[in-house]
């Protein structure tokens, strides 16, 4: 046992990455403490491994629930070697749901919304398979401008549909819980977080990655959905350094290369209520 | 936070702003000129906007940035609030568009709640309206201590410096009603852009800020630091045969070899360790950090818990079960005095009950009068009571302490309730605390696989009120629902056998038959209430008793019918003169204006039962 003498040591001063960080722990530790059962969804892209590490944080090393992957069997293979790499070197209990095959979704979608309603009834189904009260999933509000509506702690009700019109207050860190049955709560830790805070996350605690993220041959991905629906922007980035000097100076939008969010103006709304991300 | 205390090197967080004020007075056309003005907005988002606002037949609709959702943009109003980030001279803001609409309000709390300072925009033409009032009202109750007003659409006063002057006056008039200082009054156009991040010049005689200078002068946070240690705990887990104690500190600084106190039992220990993950060493940690601790001896507090420094050591919070708190109010139906609720503040979860509703807050004019209830979205001063003495910190603008939060049965969120102090106990009166269910509605229903509520027959004495109950009852305990019948000569026969017939004693048998009604409903009964009851007023008593779930049914039949049908031969007495007070004859029947449902009574009292049973069965599910 330390006896420090007061006075002597002051508290370390925290920047805005310290106070997310603890505010994201925070989060992370009501939704342990208030939804079980609980799972985190874990997609193999930097905002996600950014989430299981904070989850680490807050729980001192550990994830004390399981990850999930919702598999479209679509992702690069270098993400399915990270998945096995990580799943083991961070002690991961990993659940997999498998999606199905995209004949089964409805035909009159344009195609990458089309995509995304599979990767939708993958993970319907994997909540319902383990009665899932709580899930957690790292969005964030710069990303989209229907996401920047979301609430930290955002009730699903039957269907999982998420109603927009009709969210609960939240505020002074007080969050929904559920109040029926069948429904879940998706939280989300990183809401307040912007693209580049990340980054400069993942430099200052050394958070490993697809490497899909770093320029070769002057394309690199911002962003990583499915093989077939995302593609690589023009860029020489090929360290972290220069990933974050790039985005300090860019003004395009992360999403830009997701077709999905450019069908139509309500593409993205219209899958968010039916319980996409 | 602690910005206040950031060396330069270090980025500070950023400061939330929120944009307040009346429908339509222009926030968000503000937020997304502010944007642009600024050069913040995102490749490409300029031309979404523009064919966004075409395909509505509109020249550039500025709101469309924020206004996201579908339903937003059909109806040019905003429904739910958000938040963007924002660079301005080297600082970090994010500002937060919070709808104006009352309707929404909720959704205007939860953006505005933890903002620095907010911009209350005022429509040059209109002036305070309104939702200006409760915006203005909610700035002061959750604490908001920077206010910037802006006046908007000045372009349609053509920036006459005479007639801005006036609404000067009114706008500042109002806020010191409600001791609100105005940090800046700016003139402006968001359409146009006047005094927004650039000078007007069709207000040369304006010397005062822009926006983006006044926005430029909002204050870091204050620094928690320096007040004494209070960490709520969040969690306690056991990993690995160590103990953790987990929770975020509210405010002051903790250090390993610290003695702190833990709860209201007040048990102490000695901080033996602070534990992070993945993290520098230091033997210390300050307000805002997300730790662990482990005690030394290893006791295990319960969440909630609050951990302050052994006495002697700084002012110790306060401890009392009677609670003053200014109360903002967000469920549909009114708040009434009895009402029982679980009060959140940070981690920890109380019982409390509505002990007086001490003054009502009139939007009209901003003053304080007595009432008997606060209406939905309203603002009052409320005592509360809690079962146990409960520790916190009285509510300050710029700090978390005391913010009290009202949740349901339903686990709703209902209300906000900034904690004052202690209330006084009245004069001459018991005290009295009584102590809410830990079960919940969800719970009972789950057990019971319907809802409880009371329906309340109404109907002239042989209407076949008791006959259609009883029916009824049998019917739905058949089918597995937990029903039961209140009837009028029952309860005449026991609980209320000192009551006669007068108006007053009634109005005694329908409060009590009431209460007991609603007990019956809170443990998830089905109660079906039979009762003449015949006077309006004296069934709206009922129902504000019964409050939620409570169904007025009127059972129907003429006078003349009830009189040829009387089968305990009371009318004959009645006319006969040997019974009083009859209801019918010589007592009146207020026939209910909007029952929830009307059964004809004229028929055979099978279909009646018939007609309500399907009723309730609807109602329950
Ligand atoms: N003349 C004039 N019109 C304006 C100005 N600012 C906004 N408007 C118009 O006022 C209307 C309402 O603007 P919004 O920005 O949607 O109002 P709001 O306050 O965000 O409304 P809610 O969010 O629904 O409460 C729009 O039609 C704007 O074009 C202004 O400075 N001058
Ligand atoms: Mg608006």
């Given at each position: 046992m330390s006896l420090a003498t007061p006075g002597v040591v002051s508290p370390r001063a925290m920047d805005d990455l310290d106070q997310l960080e603890a505010q994201s722990i925070f989060v992370l530790r009501e939704a342990y403490r208030k939804l079980r059962p609980l799972?985190?969804?874990?997609?193999?892209?930097?905002?996600?491994?950014?989430?299981?590490?904070?989850?680490?944080?807050?729980?001192m090393g550990r994830v004390p629930f399981p990850v999930m992957h919702v598999d479209t069997g679509k992702k690069?293979?270098?993400?399915?070697?990270?998945?096995?790499?990580?799943?083991?070197?961070?002690?991961?209990?990993?659940?997999?749901?498998?999606?199905?095959?995209?004949?089964?979704?409805?035909p009159s979608l344009p195609p990458a919304a089309r995509s995304a309603a599979r990767k939708t009834a993958g993970l319907a189904s994997l909540i319902e398979k383990h009665k899932l009260r709580g899930v957690i999933a790292g969005i964030r509000r710069d990303e989209q401008a229907t996401r920047a509506k979301e609430r930290v702690f955002s009730p699903r009700g039957a269907g999982h549909r998420w109603d927009v019109r009709n969210q609960p207050p939240e505020f002074w860190d007080q969050y929904a819980t559920p109040y029926e049955d069948g429904m879940h709560i998706r939280v989300h830790p990183l809401l307040s977080w912007r693209e580049i805070d990340i980054w400069r996350y993942i430099e200052r605690e050394n958070i490993p990655l697809v490497d899909l993220y770093f320029a070769k041959n002057g394309k690199r991905y911002r962003s990583l959905g499915d093989q077939d629906i995302t593609s690589p922007i023009d860029s020489d980035a090929s360290t972290l350094a220069e990933v974050i000097a790039e985005l300090e100076a860019s003004k395009t939008s992360e999403r830009a290369g997701r077709a999905m969010d450019h069908e139509s103006e309500d593409a993205f709304e219209r899958l968010r209520v039916a319980g996409y991300l | 936070m602690t910005t206040n205390d950031l060396p330069p090197s270090l980025r500070a967080a950023a400061t939330p702003i929120v944009i307040v004020g009346h429908v339509d007075h222009g926030k968000s056309t503000l937020i997304g000129r502010l944007l642009y003005d600024t050069d913040s907005l995102q490749d490409g988002k300029l031309a979404q906007i523009v064919e966004s606002s075409r395909k509505r037949g509109l020249t550039v609709e500025w709101s469309f940035l924020l206004d996201s959702l579908q339903i937003e943009r059909d109806q040019g109003v905003t429904v739910d609030s958000t938040r963007i980030p924002f660079h301005l001279g080297?600082?970090?803001?994010?500002?937060?568009?919070?709808?104006?609409?009352?309707?929404?309000?909720?959704?205007?709390?939860?953006g505005a709640a933890d903002a620095e300072a907010a911009v209350l925009v005022v429509d040059a033409l209109e002036g305070a309206q309104e939702q200006t009032r409760r915006h203005a009202m909610l700035l002061r109750l959750i604490g908001i201590r920077h206010v910037i007003v802006l006046l908007n659409k000045s372009d349609l006063l053509d920036f006459d410096q005479e007639r801005i002057a006036q609404a000067?006056?009114?706008?500042?008039?109002?806020?010191?009603?409600?001791?609100?200082t105005v940090e800046a009054f700016v003139p402006a156009s968001a359409r146009d852009g006047d005094n927004i991040a650039s000078r007007?010049?069709?207000?040369?005689?304006?010397?005062?800020?822009?926006?983006?200078?006044?926005?430029?002068?909002?204050?870091?946070?204050?620094?928690r630091l320096a007040l004494d240690f209070r960490m709520p705990v969040q969690d306690v887990y056991r990993f690995d045969d160590v103990r953790y104690v987990a929770g975020r500190i509210d405010r002051g600084v903790i250090r390993a070899g610290d003695r702190i106190m833990i709860g209201v039992q007040g048990q102490q220990a000695t901080v033996a360790e602070i534990c992070r993950w993945h993290a520098p060493e230091t033997p210390v940690a300050g307000a805002g950090e997300s730790i662990a601790l482990r005690l030394e001896p290893d006791l295990v507090p319960d969440r909630g818990d609050l951990l302050f420094p052994v006495s002697g050591a700084g002012e110790p919070p306060l401890k009392t079960a009677r609670i003053r708190t200014r109360l903002f109010w967000l469920r549909s139906e009114p708040l009434r005095v009895g009402e029982s609720f679980t009060l959140r503040l940070s981690t920890a979860e109380h019982d409390v009950t509505v002990a007086s509703i001490d003054a009502v807050v009139d939007l009209d004019d901003l003053t304080l009068a007595p009432g008997e209830e606060v209406p939905p979205d309203g603002f009052a001063e409320v005592t509360l009571v809690a079962a146990h003495a409960i520790l916190f910190d009285p509510f300050a603008p710029g700090y978390s302490d005391g913010r009290g939060v009202l949740v349901d049965r339903f686990q709703r969120i209902v209300g906000g309730a900034p904690l004052l102090g202690e209330a006084e106990l009245p004069e001459g009166t018991h005290a009295i605390h009584p102590t809410a269910s830990r079960v919940t509605a969800l719970q009972r229903r789950a057990l019971q696989g319907h809802e409880g509520a009371v329906f309340w027959l109404t109907g002239l004495p042989g209407s076949g009120k008791s006959t259609i109950a009883r029916l009824v009852e049998k019917d739905l305990v058949a089918s597995g629902v937990r029903a039961s019948v209140l009837d009028g000569d029952t309860l005449r026969a026991g609980l209320c056998a000192d009551l006669g017939f007068s108006p007053e004693d009634r109005r005694e048998n329908i409060r009590r038959a009431a209460h007991v009604a609603r007990i019956l409903a809170e443990s998830g009964q089905v109660v079906i209430v039979a009762l003449?009851?015949?006077?309006?007023?004296?069934?709206?008593?009922?129902?504000?008793?019964?409050?939620?779930?409570?169904?007025?049914?009127?059972v129907d039949a003429s006078l003349a019918l009830c009189e040829t049908r009387d089968p305990?031969?009371?009318?004959?007495?009645?006319?006969?003169?040997?019974?009083?007070?009859?209801?019918?004859?010589?007592a009146p029947y207020d026939a209910p204006a909007a029952p929830r449902l009307r059964i004809d009574a004229t028929g055979s009292p099978e279909s009646a039962a018939e007609a309500l049973g399907s009723f309730i069965t609807t109602r329950i599910a």
């Open positions: 799972s985190l969804l874990w997609s193999l892209g930097k905002d996600s491994n950014v989430m299981v590490w904070l989850a680490r944080k807050a729980f690069f293979p270098e993400m399915y070697a990270f998945r096995e790499e990580y799943t083991r070197k961070w002690n991961l209990d990993l659940m997999l749901g498998d999606c199905p095959p995209v004949e089964e979704i409805d | 080297g600082r970090e803001f994010v500002i937060v568009d919070a709808p104006g609409h009352r309707q929404f309000l909720r959704n205007m709390i939860t000067e006056t009114d706008v500042r008039a109002l806020l010191g009603r409600l001791e609100i007007s010049e069709r207000a040369p005689w304006y010397t005062g800020p822009t926006l983006v200078e006044a926005l430029a002068a909002v204050p870091a946070p204050a620094s003449v009851s015949p006077l309006a007023e004296d069934r709206a008593l009922a129902s504000q008793i019964v409050g939620e779930g409570f169904h007025e049914i009127h305990k031969g009371l009318y004959a007495a009645a006319r006969a003169g040997r019974i009083p007070d009859f209801t019918g004859v010589s």
